[in-house]
């Protein structure tokens, strides 16, 4: 339990401003206000503060534009490869909840779905395999063989190719998506 202390202060009501306008209300709480007719007395052991000329208000700092090295950077499909690469070798099965856990602890800012997408990349290019589970529970996976990072990289450029086509289309039909000139196509053919 934190400990709380009883504070008397003597001071001017210009004073007494400075001391709230400096957030002296934001830590404690004011339970007794009287108006003394009599100076103040001065003590020996009195603690002196410097108050600033003038109190500003809060200014927001500009978002920062660039990624910094330090924890609460954010994930890239590399950096997911390589918890995958130091936490389950090849025979080990995982699912993306468990890697979302391990990149928080390693002080990674991902958004809930980050790490999902990433998988579903390496999976498509074959740097992993689905091996179980299913929506509801979450899918399991397995790493197929592990690869350097210019493996890595070389691998994740062919996504953008004949493996995000088939992937696009495998998941347009899977969702009931559908072009709409080709339904114009078959609605005009019949």
């Known amino acids: 339990m934190e400990k709380k202390y009883l504070i008397n202060v003597e001071c001017s009501i210009n004073a007494l401003a400075e001391l709230i306008a400096l957030g002296l209300e934001k830590h404690c709480t004011i339970t007794k206000l009287e108006v003394v007719?009599?100076?103040?007395?001065?003590?020996?052991?009195?603690?002196?503060?410097?108050?600033?000329?003038?109190?500003?208000?809060?200014?927001a700092k500009p978002a920062p534009t660039q990624q910094t090295t330090d924890a609460g950077r954010k994930i890239t499909g590399w950096d997911v490869y390589e918890i995958l690469r130091e936490n389950f070798h090849p025979q080990k099965t995982f699912t993306t909840k468990a890697v979302s856990d391990?990149?928080?602890?390693?002080?990674?800012?991902?958004?809930?779905?980050?790490?999902?997408?990433?998988?579903?990349?390496?999976?498509?290019?074959?740097?992993?395999?689905r091996c179980g589970g299913n929506t509801g529970t979450g899918y399991i996976y397995r790493l197929n063989a592990l690869r350097n990072k210019k493996d890595f990289n070389k691998a994740m450029s062919s996504y953008n190719n004949k493996a995000k086509a088939r992937e696009q289309k495998r998941s347009a039909a899977k969702n009931g998506w559908f072009n709409l000139a080709e339904f114009q196509r078959q609605y005009n053919a019949n």
């Open 102 to 129: 391990l990149a928080l602890v390693n002080g990674f800012d991902q958004a809930k779905g980050s790490i999902s997408g990433h998988i579903s990349r390496m999976k498509s290019v074959k740097l992993i395999e």
């Open 37 to 59: 007719d009599q100076p103040l007395r001065v003590d020996a052991h009195k603690i002196e503060f410097k108050h600033p000329a003038r109190v500003s208000p809060p200014v």
